[in-house]
């Protein structure tokens, strides 16, 4: 079945009601002599009910993921974001971006896995693992992604307050 | 107790298969592979800190050197991120232009990355033979934006150079050339035995498997998903090419099953498909400016003013690349993260190596058109401890070897 943007958030809506911080539409035409517009979700949710989030997306469409996560530091939480897409198969692919965000407190930053939901997102869950030291929680593979192995373990280098190693005991050793 | 015995092998972090350092990790038994594990990060280079030390006009030039064959794919998909996060619309000439080079860019790669798998399977006629007809796309991308690889043409909110007038036939006569070799190449390349004795049930991803582990670009067509961003999320002229599809293995009138060869049927006709879109583009070209602001300056202090977040989505030869930016009145983005293709078909690798035989694992790693790269180093080790080196001409031989063996 087709899926429509505006169906994904009444049902969204309808799943988890309170538990959803933020909700909008990104729109944007392009093309020159035919134009066609472009719509794209952006959801942020609790962090209690991510999982079960990304659970229910599946059940609306195959669930993809091709964008980066990426995230941003504010005070005293950090955001993640999720950009999913959602597509049903059917005509013109039926492509719809899924952009979910999600808020961890600073004190406690950990999220669990949605490896078992989509295993395709493993090496950007261990990126974020690596990189901004948050915590996945149930990771099947926990290991570093990119970095140095002799990198000392509370070294994360995309934190903002952490762009470069504080002192000499935190270069590399070859 | 169990009698099965496998073994270790380590190909990499560089080896002459790989375009960059990449380390694979095999557990053989016998001939064939049991496991695989991937370590990445030989070549981190930590673009994205270094891109919050640039701005936004410099980070662009930073990008095209992530990688030297998808050049333009990188900066194109930054521009569109931050053209998305600041609304700004970017001239319809510009996006003809933008569609050109990148189809150009398609073109060439395709072209190398035929010519590395033939190389990988031992059949260097056909090796030497895409890398001659290749040079004429690249002399035709010099001769419109200067330079072979690293155009520098892609600016945000449009594009640095225009095509003028005394360039369309420098493009026409590259379109008439490719038109004219496409069908000798298609045949020497898709229907030659050796080709197809190596090729055919090797390396293969299920369409489940695709799926799942997020597979893109030719790799995720090849096993039978219709998923192409140049249709499910068209930017630039794609909109308005109506009979744009994605490629599928049924075009050459095969079912697919995700193997090599099907990967290799589907770059080979997207080279057809993009001379096509060139055409298009050039029958169609608007008129008009080129870039909204051509001066650097007066574009970060309008960017500067900006706030909003954009990403930027781009089907490059290999696979999507995606950017995510963050815009919030710096001149340079907040945040800048990157995801190329190789990052998403990477993961696919574990399941492509299910029972390959040790000859094909040049080929099977070479037929997601990775970034990874060369030199020299195989080891082996036995169930004795003992260590030996197989150097890449050894490989070559095993693989050649195993051609002579299939052919008899």
Not at chain 1, 101 to 127: A, N, Y
Not at chain 2, 12 to 25: L, M, S, V
Not at chain 2, 70 to 97: D, F, G, N, W
Not at chain 2, 270 to 289: A, K, L, T, V, W
């Amino acid at each position: 079945m087709a899926l429509h943007h505006e169906e994904i958030i009444s049902r969204l809506k309808n799943e988890f009601g309170d538990e959803i911080l933020g909700l909008n539409v990104i729109e944007r035409t392009e093309g020159v002599l035919r134009k066609r517009d472009q719509r794209s979700i952006v959801i942020s949710v609790t962090r209690r009910v991510f999982h079960r989030a990304v659970l229910f997306l599946k059940t609306m469409g195959t669930l993809h993921i091709a964008c980066p996560m990426a995230s941003r530091e504010f005070d005293d939480f950090l955001e993640l974001t999720y950009p999913f897409t959602l597509f049903s198969g059917e005509g013109d692919f039926n492509e719809i971006p899924v952009i979910m965000k999600v808020l961890l407190p600073e004190d406690d930053l950990s999220i669990r896995t949605v490896t078992d939901i989509l295993p395709g997102i493993l090496f950007m869950e261990r990126e974020t693992m690596e990189m901004l030291g948050v915590v996945i929680e149930d990771i099947p593979d926990p290991r570093r992604l990119f970095t140095h192995s002799n990198l000392p373990d509370d070294f994360k280098p995309l934190r903002e307050d952490q762009l470069e190693p504080e002192d000499d005991s935190q270069e590399i050793k070859y | 107790m169990s009698t099965r015995q496998t073994y270790p092998l380590h190909i990499g972090p560089t080896h002459p298969a790989f375009k960059e350092p990449i380390q694979f990790n095999f557990e053989i038994e016998g001939e064939k592979v049991i496991t695989c594990d991937i370590e990445f990060g030989y070549t981190h280079r930590a673009v994205e800190h270094i891109a919050r030390e640039r701005n936004f006009i410099q980070i662009l030039y930073l990008l095209e050197r992530i990688c030297g064959i998808c050049s333009v794919s990188h900066p194109m998909a930054y521009c569109l991120a931050v053209e998305q996060a600041a609304e700004i619309e970017v001239p319809p000439r510009a996006k003809y232009i933008r569609t050109i080079i990148g189809e150009l860019e398609r073109l060439h790669s395709h072209l190398l990355w035929t010519g590395v798998a033939a190389h990988e399977i031992g059949f260097d006629t056909l090796f030497l033979y895409t890398w001659n007809i290749r040079e004429k796309v690249l002399d035709c991308l010099e001769a419109i934006t200067g330079n072979r690889i690293n155009y520098g043409i892609l600016t945000i909110g449009g594009v640095r150079r225009d095509i003028t007038p005394d360039l369309f036939p420098v493009l026409q006569e590259t379109l008439d050339y490719y038109y004219d070799v496409f069908e000798r190449a298609r045949e020497i390349i898709l229907d030659n035995m050796s080709v197809q004795l190596r090729c055919k049930n090797v390396g293969v991803l299920s369409r489940e498997d695709a799926l799942a582990y997020c597979a893109v670009g030719p790799t995720a067509r090849a096993s039978g998903i219709p998923k192409d961003v140049r249709v499910d999320y068209p930017v630039n002229a794609y909109p308005d090419i109506e009979w744009l599809k994605p490629v599928s293995p049924l075009d050459a009138g095969r079912e697919p099953r995700g193997d090599v060869y099907d990967r290799m049927i589907v770059r080979v006709l997207e080279i057809r498909q993009s001379i096509d879109i060139i055409h298009f583009c050039m029958d169609n070209m608007p008129d008009g400016p080129v870039d909204i602001e051509p001066k650097a300056t007066k574009m970060i202090s309008a960017l500067k003013k900006k706030q909003g977040e954009g990403i930027g989505r781009y089907e490059a030869p290999r696979g999507e690349v995606s950017h995510y930016d963050i815009l919030d009145n710096r001149e340079g983005p907040l945040l800048m993260k990157v995801k190329a293709p190789t990052y998403s078909n990477g993961i696919t690798w574990l399941k492509m190596f299910n029972n390959v035989e040790i000859a094909d694992i040049p080929i099977v790693i070479a037929s997601i058109d990775p970034c990874v790269a060369c030199a020299d180093r195989m080891s082996f080790v036995d169930a004795g401890g003992r260590r030996s080196v197989l150097t890449s001409t050894d490989l070559h031989k095993m693989s050649v070897e195993k051609q002579k063996r299939i052919g008899k």
